[in-house]
T-cell receptor, first 116, second 112 residues
Framework: DSGVTQTPKHLITATGQRVTLRCSPR?????VYWYQQSLDQGLQFLIQ???????AKGNILERFSAQQFPDLHSELNLSSLELGDSALYFC???????????????FGPGTRLTVT | QQQVKQSPQSLIVQKGGISIINCAYE??????FPWYQQFPGKGPALLIA?????SEKKEGRFTISFNKSAKQFSLHIMDSQPGDSATYFC???????????FGTGTRLQVFP
């Protein structure tokens, strides 16, 4: 158990809908990362927050947004969902920021999103 | 230049054998190379990581070999066990970013 929690575990929704995925980082970790894992794309970095502020952005669609709250939990919002958004969404956390060399990332169990 | 190329895509090994997974990168700014292990239905778990100032790091049955000049690194699993059956991802990170670039994964199956 990495100490990172994600809810819900599974989510089934229809095209065009909006969903929110939630992540609580390990105790003491200030950085939260979101990744998308699909069969044909592997693990893709979406976005990182550090202590409430956006730190780095990857291949995140404009329909997707995220935020980190004062209690350090994070939410990933996915809107206008398409069939191709079906994937596993992982949250990871690390102690801080300043380079991957220093701060190891620990992954949560993921949320499986199915868009029908 | 941001890619990390991983091979093979899948690997079948007999129990007790050696599993070898290879990764290659182009970006010379990468200076952190972790390996993650993922079981079905679970999140990736950090297995072992190496910095480019050493050529090898060993933790139990798991060894990373790193070749800086060739820009390649590999994971060796000695005495492979059925419990090692999982998907393995290599990754690379740069000193000026927290972003990890992942390889496409290798599905390892160890048969008794």
């Amino acid at each position: 158990d990495s100490g990172v929690t994600q809810t819900p575990k599974h989510l089934i929704t229809a095209t065009g809908q909006r969903v929110t995925l939630r992540c609580s980082p390990r105790s003491g970790d200030l950085s939260v990362y979101w990744y998308q894992q699909s069969l044909d794309q592997g693990l893709q970095f979406l976005i990182q927050y550090y202590n409430g502020e956006e730190r780095a952005k990857g291949n995140i669609l404009e329909r997707f947004s995220a935020q980190q709250f004062p209690d350090l939990h994070s939410e990933l919002n996915l809107s206008s969902l398409e069939l191709g958004d079906s994937a596993l969404y992982f949250c990871a956390s690390s102690v801080g920021t300043g380079g991957a060399i220093t701060y190891e990332q620990y992954f949560g169990p993921g949320t499986r999103l199915t868009v029908t | 230049q941001q890619q990390v190329k991983q091979s093979p895509q899948s690997l079948i090994v007999q129990k007790g054998g050696i599993s070898i997974i290879n990764c290659a990168y182009e970006n010379t700014a990468f200076d952190y190379f972790p390996w993650y292990q993922q079981f079905p239905g679970k999140g990736p778990a950090l297995l072992i990581a190496i910095r480019p100032d050493v050529s090898e790091k060993k933790e139990g049955r798991f060894t990373i070999s790193f070749n800086k000049s060739a820009k390649q690194f590999s994971l060796h699993i000695m005495d492979s066990q059925p419990g090692d059956s999982a998907t393995y991802f290599c990754a690379a990170g740069a000193y000026n970013t927290d972003k990890l670039i992942f390889g496409t994964g290798t599905r390892l199956q160890v048969f008794p």
